[in-house]
């Protein structure tokens, strides 16, 4: 029985083993450069997930054309840039700075800005029309006397 259970062990364990990715590189800065990389890119079809952490069949698809670059001695900001003419800038966890991400980032700012100062304008123009005239003193000098003599004669 024990022998059973240590071999059912063994068989567990090598097939957990042969599962996991097996990368092999010329020198470790290749492999340091393919690590960076996995963590760095994104899997397109995960949500916000590197394709190092990812199951996704496109991740795996993503980290063995990263090993393929990195082993043809491709840069690290070669492969990026392979990476992003292929899947766009969803790619790649720091995208650059583009006219596009400036409006991005910059549209929201302006529309708080404005809304502001539209409701600063109104609030002054407002403001402007509540100013009393001699009229809409009397009377209201007349509905105080109004209401004074309601309240004495109830």
């Not at 840069?75 to 899947?87: G, N």
């Amino acid at each position: 029985m024990r022998v059973l259970v240590f071999a059912l062990l063994a068989l567990l364990s090598f097939a957990s083993h042969s599962a996991e990715d097996k990368y092999e590189f010329a020198n470790a800065e290749r492999a340091a450069t393919f690590k960076a990389l996995t963590h760095e890119l994104r899997c397109p079809k995960c949500q916000n997930q590197n394709i190092a952490d990812s199951d996704a069949i496109v991740a795996k698809d993503l980290r063995d054309k990263v090993l393929v670059l990195v082993n043809e001695g491709k840069s690290k900001q070669e492969v990026i840039d392979y990476m992003i003419d292929r899947y766009g800038y969803f790619v790649h966890y720091q995208p650059p700075v583009t006219p596009a991400t400036i409006i991005l980032w910059v549209l929201p700012v302006l529309i708080v800005i404005i809304g502001f100062g539209f409701i600063v304008f109104r609030q002054k123009k407002a403001s402007k029309k509540q100013q009393w005239n001699a009229q809409e003193e009397e009377k209201l000098a007349q509905l105080i006397k109004q209401y004074q003599r309601q309240e004495h004669n109830s």
